[in-house]
């Protein structure tokens, strides 16, 4: 999730630099706030992941001390 939303904020922020259209720029502005959500997503995703395999190597730690 997280490279799609930093595509869409990317396109969508390049694409406000010279619009003049305000219904346009509107728009832009919220698919760039939908990429920001699209990659805060994905880096939860990988905060979980990282916590599961820390408790995991935690365990498999505690398990070879005597």
């Known amino acids: 999730m997280g490279p799609i939303g930093q595509i869409l ?7 406000q630099l010279g619009e003049s259209d305000l219904v346009k720029l509107l728009q ?5 706030i939908t990429g920001d959500f699209l990659v805060s997503i994905g880096a939860a995703y990988e905060v979980i992941g990282g916590i599961h395999v ?3 190597e935690s365990v498999k730690i505690a398990r070879i001390v005597p």
Do not use: I
């Open 9 to 15: 904020e990317a396109v969508s922020v390049t694409r």
């Open 28 to 32: 832009e502005q919220k698919l760039a």
């Open 54 to 56: 820390l408790e995991e």
